[in-house]
Nanobody
Framework: QAQLVESGGGLVQAGGSLRLSCAAS????????MGWFRRAPGKEREFVAA????????AYADSVKGRFTISRDDAKNTVYLQMGSLKPEDTAVYYC????????????????WGQGTQVTVSS
């Protein structure tokens, strides 16, 4: 059974950094595009970042460009989101996602989802 498990969330001060991890199992996720989404309190889920199945292509939301970096280690079946210069508005539950249809699709939706990890940025 396909499973995505996020970790690495927590409480951090504004300006700080966190690295989220997403461990994938149960599918050939090395051939899937992977992504991160987030949902802030009272808001809809929004796209954050995505990476193609060979890691050659990435995409970012404008709000995180230059601050967040997505990467993948297919030997470990893990995708990472390195977050820097964090702001209080980055506070949200962050979800890992996977989709076999590529980066262009996963920026909008995905087939597989993790349960989420909370990130809280204090001012």
């Amino acid at each position: 059974q396909a499973q995505l498990v996020e970790s690495g969330g927590g409480l951090v001060q504004a300006g700080g950094s966190l690295r989220l991890s997403c461990a994938a199992s149960g599918r050939a996720f090395s051939t899937y595009a992977m992504g991160w989404f987030r949902r802030a309190p009272g808001k809809e889920r929004e796209f954050v970042a995505a990476i193609s199945w060979v890691g050659s292509s990435t995409a970012y939301a404008d709000s995180v460009k230059g601050r967040f970096t997505i990467s993948r280690d297919d030997a470990k079946n893990t995708v990472y989101l390195q977050m820097g210069s964090l702001k209080p508005e980055d506070t949200a539950v962050y979800y890992c996602a996977a989709d076999p249809r590529g980066v262009g699709v996963i920026t909008k939706s995905a087939v597989y989802w993790g349960q989420g990890t909370q990130v809280t940025v204090s001012s």
